[in-house]
């Protein structure tokens, strides 16, 4: 690229469906995204001055956070355009080239590495669910199964109750490590995949809930109504857990091709 541009990349599609058609959308500088074929894959690119985000002002500019969010929302604003055509392997943030030459480069060396995930992501979307937990309301579950467990005359009620109370409050993080993990073998068993992303500090996201599960579950778009069923099921049957549906997405975290530019 010359005159100081940069290529930056949204997401590669497949060919075989037909030309790409970007609409009225603008990228992240402002620009009019375009497409680069490489044999079967069509890159959907922008080009981008590199005084902003070549190498090092990038890495500059990723510190700030109201840059990051701006740059955030336009990139995913052109991926999730692209997400109705058909299957698409959206790239995470920050995946710039120098030029079309290296672009294309790296697409034919890594061409079965984008048609596996294409096949892969083909029908199917991205969900997240969070789970947040409850302290005092998942300690009142626990105590009332431990005292379901336990014997003892009518005298001894207030202390069976005082000690399965102790109880759960002492292993009220194990439990909603245990809950948290069943929750997420049920949603794997409904999706084609599924991950467990690192859960958010409460000081990061704003909230003071106490979040247990940061999970991605890639979903057959034919099955998202019994996966949503299954995430209220879980919270009805899970006092002290509270379930966050979000979808559908462009599915990042299933694309399975690392960031590589030059």
């Not at 002492?170 to 490590?177: F, G, K, L, T």
């Given at each position: 690229?010359?005159?100081?541009?940069?290529?930056?990349?949204?997401?590669?599609?497949?060919?075989?469906?037909?030309?790409?058609?970007?609409?009225?959308?603008?990228?992240?500088?402002?620009?009019?995204?375009?497409?680069?074929?490489?044999?079967?894959?069509?890159?959907?690119?922008?080009?981008?001055?590199?005084?902003?985000?070549?190498?090092?002002?990038?890495?500059?500019?990723?510190?700030?956070?109201?840059?990051?969010?701006?740059?955030?929302?336009?990139?995913?604003?052109?991926?999730?355009?692209?997400?109705?055509?058909?299957?698409?392997?959206?790239?995470?943030?920050?995946?710039?080239?120098?030029?079309?030459?290296?672009?294309?480069?790296?697409?034919?060396?890594?061409?079965?590495?984008?048609?596996?995930?294409?096949?892969?992501?083909?029908?199917?979307?991205?969900?997240?669910?969070?789970?947040?937990?409850?302290?005092?309301?998942?300690?009142?579950?626990?105590?009332?199964?431990?005292?379901a467990n336990t014997g003892g005359g009518?005298?001894?009620?207030?202390?069976?109750?005082?000690?399965?109370?102790?109880?759960?409050?002492?292993?009220?993080?194990?439990?909603?490590?245990?809950?948290?993990?069943?929750?997420?073998q049920r949603l794997v068993g409904r999706?084609?995949?599924?991950?467990?992303?690192?859960?958010?500090?409460?000081?990061?996201?704003?909230?003071?809930?106490?979040?247990?599960?940061?999970?991605?579950?890639?979903?057959?778009?034919?099955?998202?109504?019994?996966?949503?069923?299954?995430?209220?099921?879980?919270?009805?049957?899970?006092?002290?857990?509270?379930?966050?549906?979000?979808?559908?997405?462009?599915?990042?975290?299933?694309?399975?091709?690392?960031?590589?530019?030059?």
């Amino acid at each position: 690229m010359t005159d100081g541009l940069g290529i930056w990349l949204y997401a590669v599609t497949s060919t075989e469906d037909g030309p790409v058609v970007l609409g009225d959308i603008t990228g992240v500088a402002g620009e009019a995204p375009r497409t680069v074929a490489a044999d079967a894959l069509t890159a959907v690119v922008g080009s981008v001055p590199l005084e902003v985000f070549g190498d090092l002002p990038l890495h500059r500019n990723l510190e700030d956070l109201d840059w990051l969010a701006a740059t955030a929302r336009a990139h995913d604003a052109v991926v999730s355009a692209l997400v109705p055509r058909g299957p698409v392997v959206p790239l995470r943030l920050a995946t710039v080239f120098l030029d079309d030459d290296r672009l294309v480069g790296m697409l034919d060396d890594r061409r079965e590495d984008f048609r596996s995930a294409l096949v892969l992501v083909t029908g199917r979307t991205e969900w997240g669910v969070k789970v947040y937990c409850d302290r005092a309301t998942l300690t009142d579950a626990v105590t009332e199964a431990n005292i379901a467990n336990t014997g003892g005359g009518k005298g001894t009620a207030y202390l069976r109750r005082r000690r399965a109370q102790l109880s759960a409050q002492e292993s009220v993080e194990r439990d909603a490590a245990a809950r948290a993990g069943e929750i997420h073998q049920r949603l794997v068993g409904r999706a084609a995949a599924g991950r467990c992303q690192p859960v958010t500090e409460p000081a990061l996201n704003g909230r003071r809930d106490w979040m247990v599960l940061n999970g991605t579950y890639l979903v057959d778009d034919v099955r998202t109504d019994d996966f949503a069923a299954t995430v209220e099921e879980l919270e009805k049957d899970l006092p002290g857990m509270r379930l966050e549906l979000t979808g559908p997405w462009p599915p990042y975290s299933f694309a399975g091709v690392d960031r590589e530019s030059s």
